[in-house]
């Protein structure tokens, strides 16, 4: 076809640049006209759809990257759901773009009830047209089949909330519905899941939850502002598995999500804020999916997980919430993934009485409490975590805690979650728990992380129970690498880089038992190792280039000290406090400051027993001493596993790998001319 003379393609281009009412004037023309306009499907049909900002795909959430069948039938079905759901809505028979569409006739309003028109739900749906109203009066309505909605209608409840309740299993159809002023509640009857969509609505002030799903619901709940309402503003129980999208849930009298009783879900990018409780709470064997939403501004815990509770924590943002980003205690299992969780009032994690689970690759930050607070009887498995610039300790590991049995910010027993028996029935429904991601541990574990200047030690261990602590980084930290002040049962550190803390490498308090081996233990700024442990060893360490003494033995230790490498920029290789029992064997010991002695004390104490040592002294200015055979510790080749193993391992080879000598006097820059790391 050709209008005055120009190629249907150059009309296309032109007519791409009109508004919706030119559009419809030119519609008007012709035939060949409104052919041509209604041939502009795929090019400004699809503009002016997704150019409106209160329309989203018509394909949203589900399939965005799916084209719908026509471009201009969803903008005209978006258009009039718009238009006559507005309060103030203009008469759509005045409007000019409504050329190019069928007109309609008037809306009529069908009302249900004892003394009205219809007694039933769907007898008023089978006679309802496009657009019409149907008013529920006070009373309780249960449908006794599936009701589909298959044009668009508005429903809504006459009289005060909660004086309307619908028991009915909804399938909608069509392209838009209202429900206003409803309580909804599955048929009691109903053998069949029943699904809900609810797109963009206001939900508040409920007295109840904003949101309830139950009896193995689902369906999709997307793009809602969900807000002051009585209780959760999602409620998920029961096997319900729904998605959950896109929607801001916030300033909520409890929580802002609640999943239990076996429910499931995928919750995904919500802005969760400002709630009085938890912005998730995951308990009684609750299993979701939550990811890439932003949890913030709660008056409690960020997501807590409790009570048999697991759960894939995956993505999130969790920041500026008054108690722990995360709350895992009571037997809560969830896996905790690549979440960044910063800037809380307390801790970042806390793994509390009886919680496990796995808290793996991470960014916790800038907490004003520890980065991990752990109970190590509970067995959590921390690893390829970055803990850093947190205000206390970078993780921190107790066998209790005054309070621990306490629910930071609400949770407890006073929590109602089990109206009408369903507590009971929950113990009685519980689902094996086959989940690859849930690897049983026997000890608890902090494996792989980065920990990294946190106000307090890097590390803290107070706790009765057996810990492993490998191949982690722990730097820069503001008082000590590792504190060890209780640890009745053995504590493994092993393959770990410790350097540059404020005070020494690792301390070990009286009557605890750690193994040290295998860490590299450099340039920090008190001794390199100070223990008054009594049964305390001390294997192939490389501690090198302290601004202390190497080992410093306290009075009452007993130590081990076997085939280590050991020097001080400026103080002894081994200073012995009173009266200890050490046996040294195998080591190799480079000599530091020339007027100090590689030993202090040790030859006058007849219970340090030296055997077969190895004592490198500088002769001349260019000495130099190599870390080889082996190379510099950690060796991390075959130990770190995770997202983090990469970051932690390019940290590790940066450390020393050669002991340098310049024999001359004084000191220049506040570092030693002796010995210098590389």
């Known amino acids: 076809m050709e209008a005055g003379g120009l190629p249907l393609e150059l009309w296309r281009m032109i007519l791409a640049y ?37 329309c989203r795909h018509p394909n949203w959430p589900n399939q965005p990257d799916v084209e719908p069948e026509s471009w201009r039938e969803a903008f005209k079905q978006h258009y009039l759901a718009s238009k006559t759901w507005t309060k103030n809505a203009l008469d759509l028979e005045s409007s ?9 006739r008037e809306r009529r309003t069908l009302s249900v009830g004892p003394g009205h028109e219809f007694d039933s739900l769907g007898s008023a749906l089978a006679m309802a047209s496009l657009y019409d109203r149907i008013v529920l009066f006070p009373g309780v309505y249960e449908e006794q089949g599936e009701i589909i909605l298959k044009v668009p209608v508005e429903i809504v409840g006459h009289g005060k909330l909660g004086e309307v309740a619908l028991l009915a299993s909804i399938d909608q159809h069509c392209s838009t519905t209202r429900l206003c002023n409803l309580v909804f509640m599955p048929a009691w009857f109903s053998p069949f899941m029943f699904k809900i969509v609810m797109l963009r609505n206001d939900i508040h002030r409920c007295r109840a939850s904003g949101i309830f799903l139950r009896l193995e619901g689902g369906g999709l709940i997307a793009g809602n502002n969900i807000y002051h309402n009585a209780e959760a503003g999602v409620d998920i129980r029961k096997k319900s598995n729904p998605l959950i999208l896109c929607n801001q849930i916030h300033h909520g009298l409890r929580s802002g999500i609640v999943v239990l009783g076996n429910g499931k879900g995928i919750i995904r990018n919500n802005q969760i804020f400002s709630n009085k409780e938890a912005g998730i709470y ?6 979701p999916i939550v990811s890439g939403n932003h949890i913030f501004k709660g008056r409690a815990a960020g997501i807590a997980v409790n009570e048999n509770g697991k759960g894939l924590i995956t993505e999130n943002v969790i920041r500026e919430n008054q108690w722990g980003g995360v709350d895992i205690r009571r037997g809560g299992v969830p896996v905790l993934r690549s979440n960044l969780i910063c800037f809380g009032y307390s801790d970042g994690v806390v793994v509390g009485d009886e919680g496990k689970g796995l808290i793996e690759g991470n960014t916790i930050y800038a907490n004003k409490g520890c980065g991990v607070w752990m109970m190590s009887s509970s067995l959590p498995h921390v690893t390829s975590n970055h803990v850093s610039y947190n205000g206390l300790y970078g993780v921190a590991v107790f066998s209790q805690k005054e309070g621990s049995g306490e629910f930071p910010g609400g949770h407890g027993a006073q929590e109602n979650f ?9 113990e009685t429904e519980l ?11 026997t000890i608890a574990l902090v494996e792989s992380n980065s920990i990294n200047h946190n106000g307090a030690s890097g590390l803290y261990v107070q706790s009765s129970e057996a810990l492993h602590v490998i191949t982690n980084v722990i730097h820069a930290n503001g008082d000590r690498g590792i504190t060890v002040a209780q640890s009745s049962q053995l504590t493994h550190v092993t393959n770990n880089s410790i350097s540059c803390n404020r005070q020494s490498g690792v301390k070990v308090e009286a009557q605890c038992k750690v193994e040290l081996r295998g860490n590299g233990i450099y340039d920090n700024r008190g001794h390199g190792i100070i223990t008054k442990g009594d049964s305390t060893v001390v294997i192939e360490n490389d501690i090198i280039g302290n601004r202390g003494s190497g080992l410093q033995l306290l009075p009452r230790s007993d130590t081990k000290v076997i085939k280590n490498r050991i020097h001080s920029f400026r103080a002894y290789g081994i200073a012995v406090r009173g009266r200890t029992k050490a046996l040294v064997q195998e080591n190799i010991f480079f000599q530091g400051k020339t007027n100090k002695t590689i030993f202090q004390q040790i030859s006058n104490n007849r219970e340090c027993i030296m055997q077969n ?8 200015k260019s000495d130099t001493w190599r870390l080889v055979n082996p190379p510099a510790r950690p060796h991390l080749e075959n130990s770190l596993r995770g997202p983090s193993a990469a970051h932690s391992g390019q940290k590790v080879t940066a450390m020393a790998t050669r002991i340098t000598a310049r024999v001359e006097g004084g000191y220049h820059s506040n570092r030693s001319i002796f010995c210098t790391i590389l």
């Not at 689902?431 to 541990?441: A, F, G, S, Y």
């Open 18 to 54: 009109l508004h919706l009412p030119d559009l419809g004037r030119c519609s008007l023309v012709c035939r060949a006209w409104y052919e041509l306009i209604l041939s502009l499907d795929s090019t400004r049909w699809r503009q002016l759809c997704l150019g409106c900002t209160e």
């Open 96 to 104: 000019v773009c409504f050329s190019l569409f069928r007109r309609r």
């Open 282 to 287: 995951i308990l009684y064997h609750g299993n």
């Open 418 to 426: 089990s109206e009408d028996g369903d507590a009971i029935l929950w």
């Open 431 to 441: 689902e094996k728990d086959d989940d690859p991601l849930r690897q049983p541990v």
């Open 613 to 620: 040592n190895k004592f490198l002294v500088f002769k001349k």
